[in-house]
Every structure is written in structure tokens, then in C-alpha cells.
Nanobody, 129 residues
Framework: QVQVVESGGGSVQAGGSLRLSCSVSGLTFSNYALGWFRQAPGKAYEFVAA????????YYADSVKGRFTISRDNAKNTVYLQMDSLEPEDTAVYYC??????????????????????WGQGTQVTVSS
């Protein structure tokens, strides 16, 4: 059974930074693309970033491009989301998800439904102005 566990959330002031981590077990981590999503109160969940199984292809939502960085460490079965220059609009629960298929590029993560792949329980990020 695949398990996905996010950590690293917290409360910061605008302009600050946080690094989220997502630990995955139950699959061959290095064979899967991974992504980050977020859901703000009263809003639909939205795609944030994705990284291919090779780590070569990376995708970002326009709203976070230039501020967030996704990376992966296959030796630790962990994917990271470095978030810099945080804004109050970044306040949300952040979720990590695995690709439902192995060896994917991740370029379709922007439309990945919650019913596909494996998802964690989320970690809260709160940015105050």
C-alpha cells in the first residue's frame, strides 16, 4: 500500500520561506513522477508543481513560478517544495501526490484528479501579511 506523508508546514510572515517535504513508501519511488497541490479555504484544489520520474522535467503553476522550487531525492524517497517570497495568497493546505503511472513526465499533473494517484493528508501553510 502506498503511503504519502507531507511535513514542513507552518506559519510565516509574507516574504518568508518554508520547505515542505513529502515522504513516499510502498512503491519504487524513483520510477514515479510526483506533484504538489494546494487547497485554500472555500476554493478548489489547484496544481502547484510537478517533477518527472527522471527529475529532468519540472512544471510550475504560473502563480508560483520563480518563487517555488520542486526537487526530489530518490535515496530518501522524498520530494520537496521550497517556497520563497511567500504571499498571503499562498495560504492553503498543501498536498503531495504520486503519478498513477510509472515513468511519467508529469506534464499532466495540472489536471490530475484527486481520484488518481496516491495523496497525502496535507500540511497547512499560513502566510500572514
Amino acid at each position: 500500500q502506498v503511503q504519502v506523508v507531507e511535513s514542513g508546514g507552518g506559519s510565516v510572515q509574507a516574504g518568508g520561506s518554508l520547505r515542505l517535504s513529502c515522504s513516499v513508501s510502498g512503491l519504487t519511488f524513483s520510477n514515479y513522477a510526483l506533484g504538489w497541490f494546494r487547497q485554500a479555504p472555500g476554493k478548489a484544489y489547484e496544481f502547484v508543481a510537478a517533477i518527472s520520474w527522471t527529475g529532468i522535467s519540472i512544471y510550475y503553476a504560473d502563480s508560483v513560478k520563480g518563487r517555488f522550487t520542486i526537487s526530489r531525492d530518490n535515496a530518501k524517497n522524498t520530494v520537496y517544495l521550497q517556497m520563497d517570497s511567500l504571499e498571503p495568497e499562498d495560504t492553503a493546505v498543501y498536498y503531495c501526490a504520486t503519478d498513477p503511472y510509472s515513468h511519467g513526465s508529469g506534464n499532466y499533473f495540472y489536471k490530475l484528479p484527486r481520484t488518481q494517484g496516491s495523496w497525502g493528508q496535507g500540511t497547512q501553510v499560513t502566510v500572514s501579511s
